[in-house]
């Protein structure tokens, strides 16, 4: 007679397996509140105890960590060898094992959860069953997941038997749920004990979605999720309308949380291929979409935008006369949601908890053959300010060379941002050469560059960005100092009347 071991901390579905397995004639072996539900519903089970000899004990931390037990999930059916030694032993194999762990995801997620608490949920006998099954998959059919119980059902039910082809992938889920629960568990002790940068780091990710391609359409893509803390992240967004995203909506989208999470203030930040175009911030979400959109009318075509605040009426109708793939906010009126549904394939994600922001989390990037791992960029200023020119920046430019800051320190390498009245004018970013990229800026502010100020998220090697940016009718600029020509730049930006701030701290963002 064929055996089947259940233990189970989700019983979701478990009882009508067991049911169907019990028709075609298997044995059910079963422990603890398993076996106690099982038992309720009418179907017979054998008790752990009863094939180990043993009783449960030590508040069921041992039940299923015996010979008798592992040596029935373990040994080869086709070795004559393992055969005659478990008839010696008296050990019957086990062909089916049904198992998932104590919630620790769950546990550790909880609010004011004590370690004990969390400790308590550290499986050890389940993770040691599922893995000796899974090794043993050519003759053990193991299942961790109950929405394979019906493809496990049918394929008993027409075949006799679980394909190798099934088994396998059976398999392969089970080490994916194990190692995916000691990376949990590791990550915590690593927290727990302050170990940031560990000898060995395992990262593990559930599944959010699929996505409709990744950076382009020949490629696949899905999106994970980090599984701890991810509030006020891309993860926790609901999506209220429009097409699947796509790998490049979410990266655009990260894009412009990254720059919004700087301001407490009402702000719209528009993002286009990674990069802000265009940011601002006003008394309202209106007022700050205004600016935000002015600042570059031809980039925020077809971009990304995200808000701080309460989508409303007249800023959905401003949002609705251009085209914009996707817009994440923390809330929309009524009205609004009505007048941007009206357009079917824009995105519309709502993220409640848009300006949390957790700087705990890695920041990382894939290389070949490997991974850079480090913490992420935070705060904004970390020396004190230091005035280097004659001319000291009025409070208003003062205002605006703040804001610049903030914008430039989430644009990319090397980066210049134009700012003026709480809005970008220009944005210069990801070029080669830092005078490029403000080259790059005041093409695109214009005449508005003019009562402007400057950030840059590096030192100036050179005088020349000074020169560029009196010519523009910049008045100040903010940056981080440190080259070995500094005083080359201080000198041209007296000769100018230009104010000139380091701070000390570069930002750098490639």
Same mark, same amino acid.
């Given at each position: 007679m064929k055996r089947a071991l259940i233990s189970v901390y989700d019983k979701t579905g478990i009882v009508e397996f067991a049911k169907e397995l019990v028709k075609m004639g298997w044995e059910i072996v079963s422990t603890g509140g398993t076996a106690k539900k099982l038992e309720e519903e009418g179907i017979e089970v054998i008790d752990i105890s009863s094939i180990t000899n043993f009783p449960e004990c030590f508040d069921g931390r041992v039940k299923t960590l015996h010979p008798r037990i592992h040596g029935g999930l373990l040994a080869l059916r086709d070795n004559e060898i393992h055969i005659k030694t478990m008839e010696e032993l008296s050990i019957k194999p086990i062909d089916i094992v049904v198992n998932n762990l104590y919630p620790f995801? #769950?546990? /550790?997620? *909880?609010?004011?959860?004590? @370690?004990?608490?969390?400790?308590?949920?550290?499986?050890?006998?389940?993770?040691?069953?599922?893995? =000796?099954? =899974?090794?043993?998959?050519?003759? $053990?059919?193991?299942? $961790?997941?109950?929405?394979?119980?019906?493809? /496990?059902?049918? #394929?008993?039910k027409n075949n006799g038997q679980v394909s190798d082809e099934t088994k396998e992938y059976l398999a392969a889920k089970v080490f994916q749920h194990t190692s995916s629960y000691d990376a949990l568990i590791s990550d915590y002790f690593n927290k727990k004990a302050g170990i940031r940068f560990p000898d060995t780091i395992t990262l593990t990710y559930e599944k959010k979605q699929d996505l409709r391609y990744g950076e382009n359409p020949h490629q696949n893509a899905g999106f994970y999720t980090e599984i701890l803390e991810t509030k006020g992240t891309l993860t926790? =967004?609901?999506?209220? @309308?429009?097409?699947?995203?796509?790998? &490049? &909506?979410?990266?655009?989208? &990260?894009? =412009?949380?990254? /720059?919004?999470?700087?301001f407490s203030n009402p702000t719209v930040v528009a993002v286009k291929h990674g990069n802000p175009c265009g940011v601002g911030s006003g008394e309202n979400i209106e007022e700050a979409f205004v600016k935000a959109y002015e600042a570059d009318k031809q980039s925020i075509f077809g971009g990304i935008i995200a808000a701080n605040m309460e989508i409303d009426e007249n800023t959905a109708r401003m949002i609705n006369d251009i085209f914009i793939e996707l817009v994440i906010a923390p809330s929309y009126s009524e009205r609004a949601l009505e007048i941007l549904k009206s357009k079917k394939n824009i995105r519309l994600l709502m993220l409640p908890n848009i300006l949390k922001n957790d700087y705990s989390s890695y920041d990382m990037k894939k290389v070949l053959g490997g991974m850079l791992v480090q913490d992420?960029? #935070?705060?904004?200023?970390?020396? *004190?300010?230091? $005035? /280097?020119? #004659?001319?000291?920046p009025s409070e208003k430019e003062l205002e605006d060379l703040m804001f610049a800051w903030k914008v430039v320190k989430d644009t990319k390498s090397n980066g210049i941002v134009l700012a003026k009245n709480g809005g970008t004018v220009g944005i210069g970013p990801g070029q080669v050469s830092r005078i490029w990229a403000l080259e790059n800026a005041v093409k695109q502010g214009g005449d508005n560059t003019i009562g402007s100020v400057m950030a840059s998220d590096a030192f100036f090697p050179f005088s020349d960005c000074v020169e560029v940016a009196a010519k523009a009718g910049i008045t100040a600029i903010i940056q981080p100092g440190g080259s070995i020509k500094d005083e080359e730049s201080i000198n041209a930006a007296n000769k100018h009347g230009i104010a000139m701030i380091f701070t000390g701290t570069r930002h750098f963002k490639h």
């Open positions: 995801k #769950q546990t /550790v997620l *909880k609010e004011d959860v004590s @370690h004990e608490e969390i400790i308590e949920n550290i499986d050890i006998g389940g993770p040691s069953m599922l893995r =000796a099954s =899974a090794k043993n998959y050519r003759f $053990v059919t193991v299942v $961790v997941d109950p929405r394979d119980y019906d493809r /496990v059902i049918d #394929q008993l926790e =967004a609901i999506q209220l @309308h429009g097409k699947e995203l796509s790998y &490049n &909506n979410i990266g655009d989208g &990260n894009g =412009a949380l990254e /720059v919004l999470k700087e992420r960029n #935070q705060g904004l200023l970390y020396e *004190k300010l230091e $005035v /280097v020119t #004659q001319r000291e």
